[in-house]
T-cell receptor, first 117, second 113 residues
Framework: DTGVSQDPRHKITKRGQNVTFRCDPI?????LYWYRQTLGQGPEFLTY????????KSRLLSDRFSAERPKGSFSTLEIQRTEQGDSAMYLC???????????????FGPGTRLTVT | DAKTTQPNSMESNEEEPVHLPCNHS???????IHWYRQLPSQGPEYVIH???SNVNNRMASLAIAEDRKSSTLILHRATLRDAAVYYC??????????????FGKGTKLSVKP
């Protein structure tokens, strides 16, 4: 399978626990994005990487959230001291960077559904 | 970022054409119009994008108004598999740098057999 994969697909945790999600992008893609999606809403941007460099972070990414992409391949998103408001679908996407008028579409994974009880 | 406005929901009959509208009256000259869709329980997938001219691909057509303040995604023959939430997104190209997508609530398309 050459698509974007995410692990785990579902995570149930108790409030206050830490959780970590993994995203494996399409191998040739050097851009990797994280989004969060709550019920009935469109995805909201959290952060993105170009290779191992984290180029942009949304103000939604509080101090409890941290993302890494250590070798420019897979990425992890960690949430510390989870809160009930963190319950959402966490989506990962990857793409080529694109320059000038050339856009490359983002390919999304199936997401990790987090439930904080 | 410029905002888009889409109807919350639309219905279509199978095998009939569907026209999904999007208003973007504050679009700037550097904004491209992108469409993504999200099938139930899946991540979004790219459909099509354009700047000024109408665009066609194997999935759909994109008709862009002459003043670029609105656009329409056209599915030529809707199938049950086209039932999804369709997002119209403006994506700027500042100096060649392209970042994240900004999603609204989209249009939920229902397709009746």
């Amino acid at each position: 399978d050459t698509g974007v994969s995410q692990d785990p697909r579902h995570k149930i945790t108790k409030r206050g626990q830490n959780v970590t999600f993994r995203c494996d992008p399409i191998s040739e893609h050097n851009r990797l994005y994280w989004y969060r999606q709550t019920l009935g809403q469109g995805p909201e941007f959290l952060t993105y990487f170009q290779n191992e460099a984290q180029l942009e972070k949304s103000r939604l990414l509080s101090d409890r959230f941290s993302a890494e992409r250590p070798k420019g391949s897979f990425s992890t998103l960690e949430i510390q001291r989870t809160e009930q408001g963190d319950s959402a679908m966490y989506l990962c996407a990857s793409s080529f960077p694109g320059t000038g008028g050339t856009f490359y579409e983002q390919y999304f994974g199936p997401g990790t559904r987090l439930t904080v009880t | 970022d410029a905002k888009t406005t889409q109807p919350n929901s639309m219905e279509s009959n199978e095998e009939e054409p569907v026209h999904l509208p999007c208003n973007h009256s504050t679009i700037s000259g550097t904004d491209y119009i992108h469409w993504y869709r999200q099938l139930p329980s899946q991540g979004p997938e790219y459909v099509i994008h354009g700047l000024t001219s109408n665009v066609n691909n194997r999935m759909a057509s994109l008709a862009i108004a002459e003043d670029r303040k609105s656009s329409t995604l056209i599915l030529h023959r809707a199938t049950l598999r086209d039932a999804a939430v369709y997002y119209c997104i403006l994506r700027a190209n500042y100096g060649g740098s392209q970042g994240n997508l900004i999603f609204g609530k989209g249009t939920k398309l229902s397709v009746k057999p």
